[in-house]
């Protein structure tokens, strides 16, 4: 855990002597996001670091290829790569500029380089963040379902307006399943779609739907949100970053406050949010009180949908409650249209007159549920004539369950083929244990239930699927799931089967297990040696995973019948080599473990077989370890997988042996001599880790217990890490557990492990309040200590982000509050460094506590809060009397030269209202003020901030002579030079090195917008000439750079014949460099290319010809003939003619 890494502030510098331009560029091209930081440096090396979205190997090649070399590379989604770049000598400094720079293609703000940008980080975020559901496309289809002309009542009503419009924040709809509430959800997305694209405001929709199947957690929920946020808008994904990259660096996920403080964020950049949450009903209890929680604390609007949830309601009292019930109107629509939509029965309807008759006995059974009419429908397409419509609609009876149940009838009244097909599919989507595709359900039900062999020739396709099941199902479009019609269909269906079907989980049993025999997989017949093995195996079937993964679970429901038992244990003493992968504690290994019978009885909890297994079983089997990665015993699996019952019997066979009580019992077992050594509980596996230990981190409570209840049991035990059991359950924030263990003679509460962490510091970091509190009350219990890194308890406690656990702490008498790791950080610069404004605030309050401490770095805990724009955390910081505020860092960098380069308006503003701040302090190397640097990165609320001081001097230059006007046109921020002409000290003709002023460096770089509003300033010296005797207009000619030639030659003081030092005009230049647009622009505002005479009487030019009439055309109408015409194109850009004087 490098707690040390949490949140770095980040910094931005000027690259090395490589071409910095041509490396962006190239990295922007290949959709990679970076920039250039600038690290502690000595005599002979400068180091960078690009920070790049993309994979590691492809920044290293492109910057290799820019004459970068590598040095280090940290590997992550979010990479950051440091390269070594050589410091060029003092007389070429690694700032030097290029004859003729190229232009930074990142520098443009909303270019499409940056659009890229978003939308790649946007990408790499969405799939982090839960995608396992795509409501999108739930939408669409559930859309499709909607009938014009139905649910105007909803749309047109006061209520709803007033909620989409109006002041109401909350609507909730509630009604029984069949009303069509989820149809209503889709049509309200679609209507404010509508009205969002109609309206000026700036509108995000935002909705979820609830399926039985998927059991989103809230925490899921709101990543969804998250998600469909960076959708609307990619340029909201600086938002999400920093908690991707913590969580990605610390591999956990994030918390529902974290989620909760983003999508606050995320609202703040909109005018309206409106957030549609279908199904509530559908979701976990804990999952709908995750939900309130979540309306309560965001500010957008809210539309719900879902049966009556009296219990819910009282937590949202503000919510306009209204009933969802099909109308009569809504019905007869819907029942028309499906009828138009069928010609078949819309002509046997029409011949005998019955369409209206037929029509209002639907409406009248579906009791307000479009369901049950869609149900009707359903059934009524199948028949033939008048009289078999009339039967069916006089014998359909009310109520959805019984109608589920007449649909089974007659699925099962099909010739037998069909039944066969539907009644086994109905088993499969209701008892199966997963969602299956068309193509995986198919399958299945290819697979002969007696012998378990795939045969081709019982393969059906879909459409067959979908008829014999008579309505029941249907098939996604977007996934090709297959899911029953209604989430009403599972309940009811489950009963229906259950009566007509003796064992329907014995019919999954068998074809699952049949087919892990079939393929080899209980024995590794197949000789698997790693987890790609296993993958690969599993997928020579479509079925076959899921037979994997879920054989046990149907094996299970079979075991209350004596004769299915008996083939569950025939296939468990089958099971001589299982290949399994345990869940938790894998590490990064890609190695298996193989399972023998008993293995397979203690993972999966089948307790009533231990006895008959234990039968003919060989000396110690009951202490047997499996062969592979972990070398677990029963004990340890049945432990670490919550089976109590299984770890009751094995411990009551290891205290018979101790006791030496019922011996004849065990012999009458025939378990052995000596099955279960006393030894047993304390016995470790590969990872060094106990039976007590894997009960104790997955937080199984009644294992613990009993464990702890053996008397040999030693529960300070230390597995290869270090970690005891009290480490695993106070890191899990398993409370009942660390207070069992605490409970246990002879605990040690000090324990470490291999970074110096003990239980306590386990729990302070990952926030366990509860558990901190009692272990703080343990006897002699040490917290003054630090860890490897030097890390204390305070500090860890910081990193929970969790106040009351900060404030425990420091009311211990042995804290030190100013320790330092072995960076160099204090507690309060971890506490500024993650913006945690009450956490600095206990900090200050403490009276020993020191402000202005410095890290290796040189950093403080100001520069940190000011680097990471935390405004509250700096505003606290800077009222405290002792710190001082323009501390500077090693890089001679003060607090707010890091805001300013890091963008960090607010934070600027808050530190330039200090009165002792030096606004015009410079760093150290590249003597740079914090409004440079603001310039440099167009950062315009950070200038204009700036700008607004009374003591700022705008017209300061760094150690080459750039001015904060320079580094902005010479990059094209043009939002950043408005303010800075508008100052009135400005000076626009400043000379940096080289002799080059803004307006040059804006003609080089191609920055029109800059160049324009320079021209503009009353004091801009157009012909203002470099060291060269160039102009901005003969820079702008050598580059191609058309537009910026027109800007400047429409200036009215502009002279276009001026010649450099080497006595060449712009004219002269763009015929060289072949830029024809540019030398037309030039012609026609008489510009010329002068002749010069020798002694030989014969003039000399060089020409950029091509060898065609074209130039040979612009070189004559410029003042030039050519005695000597080229007579082919010529290669060479440099050719010389003879010419003579017009």
Same mark, same amino acid.
């Given at each position: 855990?490098?707690?040390?890494?949490?949140?770095?502030?980040?910094?931005?510098?000027?690259?090395?002597?490589?071409?910095?331009?041509?490396?962006?560029?190239?990295?922007?091209?290949?959709?990679?996001?970076?920039?250039?930081?600038?690290?502690?440096?000595?005599?002979?090396?400068?180091?960078?670091?690009?920070?790049?979205?993309?994979?590691?190997?492809?920044?290293?090649?492109? /910057?290799?290829?820019?004459?970068?070399?590598?040095?280090?590379?940290?590997?992550?989604?979010?990479?950051?790569?440091?390269?070594?770049?050589?410091?060029?000598?003092?007389?070429? +400094?690694?700032?030097?500029?290029?004859?003729?720079?190229?232009?930074?293609?990142?520098?443009?703000?909303? +270019?499409?380089?940056?659009?890229?940008?978003?939308?790649?980080?946007?990408?790499?975020?969405?799939?982090?963040?839960?995608?396992?559901?795509?409501?999108?496309?739930?939408?669409?289809?559930?859309?499709?379902?909607?009938?014009?002309?139905?649910?105007?009542?909803?749309?047109?009503?006061?209520?709803?307006?007033? &909620?989409?419009?109006?002041?109401?924040? !909350?609507?909730?709809?509630?009604?029984?399943?069949?009303?069509?509430?989820?149809?209503?959800?889709?049509?309200?997305?679609?209507?404010?779609?509508?009205?969002?694209?109609?309206?000026?405001?700036?509108?995000?929709?935002?909705?979820?739907?609830?399926?039985?199947?998927?059991?989103?957690?809230?925490?899921?929920?709101?990543?969804?949100?998250?998600?469909?946020?960076?959708?609307?808008?990619?340029?909201?994904?600086?938002?999400?970053?920093?908690?991707?990259?913590?969580?990605?660096?610390?591999?956990?996920?994030?918390?529902?406050?974290?989620?909760?403080?983003?999508?606050?964020?995320?609202?703040?950049?909109?005018?309206?949010?409106?957030?549609?949450?279908?199904?509530?009903?559908?979701?976990?209890?804990?999952?709908?009180?995750?939900?309130?929680?979540?309306?309560?604390?965001?500010?957008?609007?809210?539309?719900?949908?879902?049966?009556?949830?009296?219990?819910?309601?009282?937590?949202?009292?503000?919510?306009?409650?209204?009933?969802?019930?099909?109308?009569?109107?809504?019905?007869?629509?819907?029942?028309?249209?499906?009828?138009?939509?069928?010609?078949?029965?819309?002509?046997?309807?029409?011949?005998?007159?019955?369409?209206?008759?037929?029509?209002?006995?639907?409406?009248?059974?579906?009791?307000?549920?479009?369901?049950?009419?869609?149900?009707?429908?359903?059934?009524?397409?199948?028949?033939?004539?008048?009289?078999?419509?009339?039967?069916?609609?006089?014998?359909?009876?009310?109520?959805?369950?019984?109608?589920?149940?007449?649909?089974?009838?007659?699925?099962?009244?099909? @010739?037998?083929?069909?039944?066969?097909?539907?009644?086994?599919?109905?088993?499969?989507?209701?008892?199966?244990?997963?969602?299956?595709?068309?193509?995986?359900?198919?399958?299945?039900?290819?697979?002969?239930?007696?012998?378990?062999?795939?045969?081709?020739?019982?393969?059906?396709?879909?459409?067959?699927?979908?008829?014999?099941?008579?309505?029941?199902?249907?098939?996604?479009?977007?996934?090709?799931?297959?899911?029953?019609?209604?989430?009403?269909?599972?309940?009811?269906?489950?009963?229906?089967?259950?009566?007509?079907?003796?064992?329907?989980?014995?019919?999954?049993?068998?074809?699952?297990?049949?087919?892990?025999?079939?393929?080899? !997989?209980?024995?590794?017949?197949?000789?698997?040696?790693?987890?790609?093995?296993?993958?690969?195996?599993?997928?020579?079937?479509?079925?076959?995973?899921?037979?994997?993964?879920?054989?046990?679970?149907?094996?299970?429901?079979?075991?209350?019948?004596?004769?299915?038992?008996?083939?569950?244990?025939?296939?468990?003493?089958?099971?001589?080599?299982?290949?399994?992968?345990?869940?938790?504690?894998?590490?990064?290994?890609?190695?298996?473990?193989?399972?023998?019978?008993?293995?397979?009885?203690?993972?999966?909890?089948?307790?009533?077989?231990?006895?008959?297994?234990?039968?003919?079983?060989?000396?110690?089997?009951?202490?047997?370890?499996?062969?592979?990665?972990?070398? +677990?015993?029963?004990?340890?699996?049945?432990?670490?997988?919550?089976?109590?019952?299984?770890?009751?019997?094995?411990?009551?066979?290891?205290?018979?042996?101790?006791?030496?009580?019922?011996?004849?019992?065990?012999?009458?077992?025939?378990?052995?001599?000596?099955?279960?050594?006393?030894?047993?509980?304390?016995?470790?596996?590969?990872?060094?880790?106990?039976?007590?230990?894997?009960?104790? /981190?997955?937080?199984?409570?009644?294992?613990?217990?009993?464990?702890?209840?053996?008397?040999?049991?030693?529960?300070?035990?230390?597995?290869?890490?270090? &970690?005891?059991?009290?480490?695993?359950?106070?890191?899990?924030?398993?409370?009942?557990?660390?207070?069992?263990?605490?409970?246990?003679?002879?605990?040690?509460?000090?324990?470490?492990?291999?970074?110096?962490?003990?239980?306590?510091?386990?729990?302070? &970091?990952?926030?366990?309040?509860?558990?901190?509190?009692?272990?703080?009350?343990?006897?002699?219990?040490?917290?003054?200590?630090?860890?490897?890194?030097?890390?204390?308890?305070?500090?860890?406690?910081?990193?929970?982000?969790?106040?009351?656990?900060?404030?425990?702490?420091?009311?211990?008498?042995?804290?030190?509050?100013?320790?330092?790791?072995?960076?160099?950080?204090?507690?309060?610069?971890?506490?500024?460094?993650?913006?945690?404004?009450?956490?600095?605030?206990?900090?200050?309050?403490?009276?020993?506590?020191?402000?202005?401490?410095?890290?290796?770095?040189?950093?403080?805990?100001?520069?940190?809060?000011?680097?990471?724009?935390?405004?509250?955390?700096?505003?606290?910081?800077?009222?405290?009397?002792?710190?001082?505020?323009?501390?500077?860092?090693?890089?001679?960098?003060?607090?707010?030269?890091?805001?300013?380069?890091?963008?960090?308006?607010?934070?600027?503003?808050?530190?330039?209202?200090?009165?002792?701040?030096?606004?015009?302090?410079?760093?150290?190397?590249?003597?740079?003020?914090?409004?440079?640097?603001?310039?440099?990165?167009?950062?315009?609320?950070?200038?204009?901030?700036?700008?607004?001081? @009374?003591?700022?001097?705008?017209?300061?230059?760094?150690?080459?002579? &750039?001015?904060?006007?320079?580094?902005?046109?010479?990059?094209?921020?043009?939002?950043?030079?408005?303010?800075?002409?508008?100052?009135?000290?400005?000076?626009?003709?400043?000379?940096?090195?080289?002799?080059?002023?803004?307006?040059?460096?804006? +003609?080089?770089?191609?920055?029109?917008?800059?160049?324009?509003?320079?021209?503009?300033?009353?004091?801009?010296?157009?012909?203002?000439?470099?060291?060269?005797?160039?102009?901005?207009?003969?820079?702008?000619?050598?580059?191609?750079?058309?537009?910026?030639?027109?800007?400047?030659?429409?200036?009215?003081?502009?002279?276009?014949?001026?010649?450099?030092?080497?006595?060449?005009?712009?004219?002269?230049?763009?015929?060289?460099?072949?830029?024809?647009?540019?030398?037309? !622009?030039?012609?026609?505002?008489?510009?010329?290319?002068?002749?010069?005479?020798?002694?030989?009487?014969?003039?000399?030019?060089?020409?950029?010809?091509?060898?065609? @009439?074209?130039?040979?055309?612009?070189?004559?109408?410029?003042?030039?003939?050519?005695?000597?015409?080229?007579?082919?194109?010529?290669?060479?850009?440099?050719?010389?003619?003879?010419?003579?004087?017009?």
């Amino acid at each position: 855990m490098d707690l040390g890494s949490l949140g770095r502030p980040r910094q931005r510098g000027d690259a090395g002597p490589f071409d910095e331009m041509a490396l962006r560029g190239t990295l922007w091209g290949s959709h990679a996001q970076f920039e250039l930081l600038p690290m502690n440096a000595n005599d002979n090396d400068t180091f960078n670091i690009a920070r790049a979205q993309t994979t590691s190997s492809n920044v290293i090649s492109i /910057a290799q290829n820019s004459g970068v070399s590598r040095s280090t590379i940290a590997v992550g989604d979010v990479h950051q790569v440091i390269f070594n770049v050589s410091r060029a000598p003092d007389d070429q +400094s690694r700032l030097k500029e290029p004859d003729i720079p190229r232009g930074d293609v990142n520098s443009h703000p909303g +270019s499409t380089a940056e659009r890229e940008a978003q939308q790649l980080l946007a990408k790499t975020l969405s799939d982090w963040l839960f995608h396992g559901t795509n409501f999108r496309a739930i939408h669409i289809e559930n859309l499709e379902k909607w009938t014009r002309g139905t649910l105007a009542w909803f749309l047109e009503s006061d209520w709803y307006q007033a &909620w989409k419009d109006g002041p109401d924040r !909350i609507i909730w709809g509630t009604g029984m399943p069949g009303a069509g509430k989820t149809v209503l959800a889709s049509r309200t997305i679609h209507d404010i779609e509508e009205y969002k694209a109609a309206s000026d405001a700036k509108i995000c929709i935002v909705y979820a739907y609830f399926r039985h199947a998927d059991s989103l957690t809230t925490k899921e929920t709101l990543e969804g949100f998250i998600q469909q946020f960076l959708e609307c808008d990619p340029s909201l994904s600086s938002i999400v970053e920093p908690l991707y990259s913590h969580h990605h660096h610390y591999k956990t996920r994030p918390t529902l406050d974290e989620l909760l403080d983003v999508l606050k964020q995320l609202e703040s950049h909109f005018d309206i949010v409106f957030y549609v949450l279908d199904g509530v009903d559908d979701t976990r209890v804990e999952t709908q009180i995750g939900l309130v929680r979540a309306i309560k604390v965001l500010k957008g609007k809210f539309a719900l949908t879902s049966q009556p949830l009296k219990r819910l309601e009282s937590g949202l009292p503000s919510a306009r409650m209204y009933e969802v019930v099909a109308k009569a109107f809504d019905i007869e629509t819907f029942v028309a249209h499906r009828i138009e939509e069928n010609p078949a029965l819309r002509t046997l309807l029409d011949e005998h007159d019955y369409v209206q008759q037929a029509t209002s006995q639907i409406v009248e059974r579906s009791n307000g549920m479009f369901l049950h009419a869609s149900l009707q429908l359903e059934n009524l397409e199948h028949c033939l004539s008048t009289s078999t419509i009339q039967r069916s609609l006089e014998q359909l009876p009310e109520g959805l369950d019984n109608m589920y149940a007449v649909i089974v009838g007659r699925i099962q009244d099909q @010739p037998s083929e069909s039944a066969d097909v539907g009644m086994r599919a109905l088993v499969w989507l209701v008892f199966g244990r997963e969602c299956f595709t068309a193509s995986e359900l198919c399958h299945a039900l290819a697979i002969c239930p007696e012998t378990g062999v795939f045969e081709e020739t019982r393969m059906v396709k879909d459409s067959a699927l979908i008829s014999a099941c008579c309505g029941l199902v249907k098939i996604e479009k977007d996934t090709g799931i297959v899911q029953l019609i209604h989430s009403t269909a599972f309940d009811a269906l489950k009963t229906i089967l259950a009566q007509r079907l003796p064992n329907p989980h014995s019919l999954l049993f068998n074809v699952t297990s049949r087919q892990l025999l079939a393929f080899g !997989i209980p024995n590794n017949s197949g000789k698997l040696k790693t987890k790609m093995d296993l993958d690969a195996a599993l997928h020579q079937h479509p079925i076959l995973p899921y037979s994997y993964r879920h054989w046990a679970d149907h094996a299970l429901e079979c075991l209350s019948c004596h004769e299915f038992s008996e083939v569950v244990l025939e296939f468990i003493r089958k099971c001589h080599s299982f290949p399994y992968v345990f869940a938790r504690y894998t590490g990064r290994s890609d190695g298996l473990d193989y399972l023998s019978p008993i293995h397979i009885v203690a993972r999966h909890g089948f307790h009533g077989l231990l006895l008959p297994l234990s039968l003919g079983a060989p000396k110690g089997w009951a202490t047997l370890r499996t062969i592979g990665e972990h070398m +677990s015993t029963p004990l340890m699996i049945a432990s670490q997988y919550g089976q109590e019952e299984v770890v009751e019997r094995l411990l009551e066979y290891n205290n018979r042996l101790r006791s030496g009580i019922g011996c004849m019992s065990l012999l009458l077992l025939r378990l052995g001599p000596c099955p279960f050594a006393t030894k047993t509980v304390n016995l470790q596996d590969d990872k060094g880790r106990t039976a007590l230990m894997y009960a104790s /981190a997955n937080g199984h409570t009644g294992i613990v217990q009993r464990l702890l209840e053996q008397g040999k049991l030693d529960p300070n035990i230390r597995d290869k890490s270090g &970690w005891t059991a009290l480490m695993h359950a106070s890191s899990e924030g398993h409370l009942d557990i660390v207070l069992r263990l605490m409970g246990y003679r002879g605990l040690h509460v000090n324990v470490v492990d291999g970074e110096g962490w003990s239980a306590v510091f386990h729990a302070l &970091w990952r926030g366990h309040e509860e558990i901190v509190q009692h272990l703080l009350g343990f006897r002699d219990v040490q917290v003054g200590g630090t860890d490897k890194a030097g890390r204390t308890a305070l500090m860890c406690a910081i990193g929970s982000r969790r106040r009351s656990l900060v404030s425990q702490i420091l009311g211990r008498p042995d804290t030190e509050i100013n320790a330092r790791d072995h960076k160099g950080w204090t507690a309060l610069m971890y506490a500024s460094n993650e913006g945690l404004e009450h956490i600095v605030e206990d900090l200050l309050r403490h009276a020993d506590i020191q402000t202005n401490l410095k890290d290796d770095t040189g950093r403080t805990a100001l520069i940190f809060a000011s680097s990471n724009g935390h405004t509250g955390v700096v505003r606290r910081l800077i009222r405290h009397a002792s710190t001082l505020v323009n501390l500077p860092d090693r890089e001679g960098k003060t607090a707010l030269i890091h805001a300013s380069l890091n963008g960090r308006g607010e934070t600027v503003e808050e530190l330039l209202g200090h009165s002792a701040v030096q606004v015009n302090l410079k760093d150290k190397h590249d003597r740079r003020t914090a409004l440079m640097y603001a310039a440099r990165d167009n950062h315009e609320d950070a200038v204009r901030a700036l700008l607004s001081h @009374p003591h700022i001097r705008a017209n300061e230059q760094d150690r080459l002579g &750039w001015t904060a006007l320079m580094l902005a046109a010479r990059n094209g921020h043009s939002g950043t030079v408005k303010p800075l002409l508008q100052h009135k000290p400005i000076l626009v003709n400043v000379e940096a090195r080289h002799g080059w002023t803004a307006l040059i460096y804006a +003609s080089m770089n191609a920055c029109e917008g800059v160049a324009k509003q320079l021209l503009e300033h009353h004091d801009i010296d157009v012909n203002r000439k470099d060291n060269k005797g160039r102009t901005a207009l003969i820079y702008a000619s050598m580059t191609g750079r058309d537009a910026i030639v027109q800007s400047l030659v429409d200036h009215k003081d502009t002279k276009v014949n001026l010649e450099d030092d080497e006595g060449k005009t712009c004219l002269m230049y763009a015929l060289m460099r072949g830029h024809d647009d540019a030398a037309q !622009i030039l012609q026609l505002k008489d510009a010329i290319v002068p002749v010069r005479i020798d002694n030989g009487g014969i003039a000399m030019v060089i020409a950029a010809l091509k060898g065609d @009439p074209e130039f040979v055309y612009l070189l004559e109408t410029a003042g030039v003939k050519l005695l000597q015409s080229p007579k082919k194109k010529l290669s060479s850009l440099d050719s010389v003619f003879c010419i003579s004087s017009k």
